[in-house]
Nanobody
Framework: QVQLVESGGGLVQPGGSLRLSCTYS??????????MAWYRQAPGYRRERVAT???????HYQDSVKGRFTISRDYAQNTLYLQMNNLKSEDTAVYYC???????????????WGQGTQVTVSA
């Protein structure tokens, strides 16, 4: 019922920039997509949350990316973005889009993931 498709990953040198996109859709008979987030997972590490856009529009960032990454959402285009500047080698990971589905009378369903897009920061 939820489809999330990421794009925009690639190879970039340290100090460079990338913008990730996540096009989303929801086809359920009730409910809607509310909060959204970007996660990442590096080899040998657990998946970690990088940035969040709440249903009310607030943003939250992991300390390591504050001041460098910006999460935004275009409701008209049904797209979530992650602008990543001043990239570092430790940002290398597969980046995943996550969506929380809000249905009346039920907890938010956060188990909705895209397929991931690889970001590699290397000279």
């Amino acid at each position: 019922q939820v489809q999330l498709v990421e794009s925009g990953g690639g190879l970039v040198q340290p100090g460079g920039s990338l913008r990730l996109s996540c096009t989303y859709s929801y086809s359920g008979s009730s409910g809607r997509i509310g909060p959204m987030a970007w996660y990442r997972q590096a080899p040998g590490y657990r998946r970690e949350r990088v940035a969040t856009k709440t249903d009310g529009g607030a943003t939250h960032y992991q300390d390591s990316v504050k001041g460098r990454f910006t999460i935004s959402r275009d409701y008209a285009q049904n797209t979530l973005y992650l602008q990543m500047n001043n990239l570092k080698s430790e940002d290398t990971a597969v980046y995943y889009c996550n969506a929380g589905v809000i249905r009346l009378g039920s907890p938010v369903d956060y188990d909705n993931w895209g397929q991931g897009t690889q970001v590699t920061v290397s000279a």
